[in-house]
């Protein structure tokens, strides 16, 4: 019969020495060590310090919520870039920070301008001509940036624009930052770009 509990005494019974690690615990600080895996079917209450140190944590499920009382202590990295902090229907209220470092992967646009990488390229390898396709939620922001001396004007003809028609690059150097809202794309900032109303 293996190890069990009994709740009504709130004894440990042990018919095998096989079932407890009986030698010296992991660490010096534990009263316990357990050799295999635990499930623990109600709730787990851990009165001193937590130490998970596994290389895959889950924590909870898609209908669950997990709460902080404590202060985060550490940088908190993703495994990827592919991770989003909150979605398209769950946002983050507010957010407090001392320094916004946006370091993204910018998109050297030859046909078509890449609205979901936020910071696209003029260069030499662009089209004369090229569109920029609606965005895909309210806030979302595409900054274009000339960083080659071009032969020709390169222009940009958003499919929905915001009070002007089309802009257009012709020095390096030449920028322009866009919002997407509910009506179209909006320009909130230019640097010598030529706008066409």
């Known amino acids: 019969m293996a190890s069990y509990i009994n709740p009504?005494?709130?004894?440990?019974?042990?018919?095998?020495?096989?079932?407890?690690?009986?030698?010296?615990p992991v660490s010096s600080t534990?009263?316990?060590?357990?050799?295999?895996?635990?499930?623990?079917?109600?709730?787990?209450y851990v009165g001193g310090t937590l130490v998970a140190n596994g290389d895959i944590i889950t924590i909870g499920n898609t209908g669950g919520s997990l709460t902080f009382n404590s202060n985060i202590s550490s940088d908190v990295i993703p495994s990827d870039t592919i991770y989003s902090l909150g979605s398209n229907t769950k946002h983050w209220d507010k957010i407090f920070v001392n320094k916004i470092l946006y370091t993204p992967t910018p998109d050297l646009i030859t046909t078509q301008i890449d609205i979901e990488t936020g910071v696209s390229y003029i260069t030499l390898s662009s089209q004369t001509s090229l569109s920029l396709v609606d965005g895909t939620q309210v806030g979302q922001i595409n900054t274009i940036i000339c960083t080659d001396i071009i032969p020709v004007p390169v222009t940009v003809t958003p499919d929905t624009p915001l009070g002007?028609?089309?802009?257009q690059f012709i020095n390096q150097g030449d920028s322009v930052t866009l919002m997407w809202t509910s009506e179209g794309w909006s320009i909130t900032s230019h640097y010598r770009t030529n706008i066409s109303t």
Do not use: K
């Open 8 to 24: 009504d005494s709130g004894t440990l019974i042990i018919n095998s020495t096989n079932d407890v690690n009986l030698e010296s």
């Open 30 to 44: 534990s009263a316990l060590s357990v050799l295999g895996g635990q499930y623990i079917a109600g709730n787990l």
């Open 164 to 167: 002007y028609t089309s802009f």
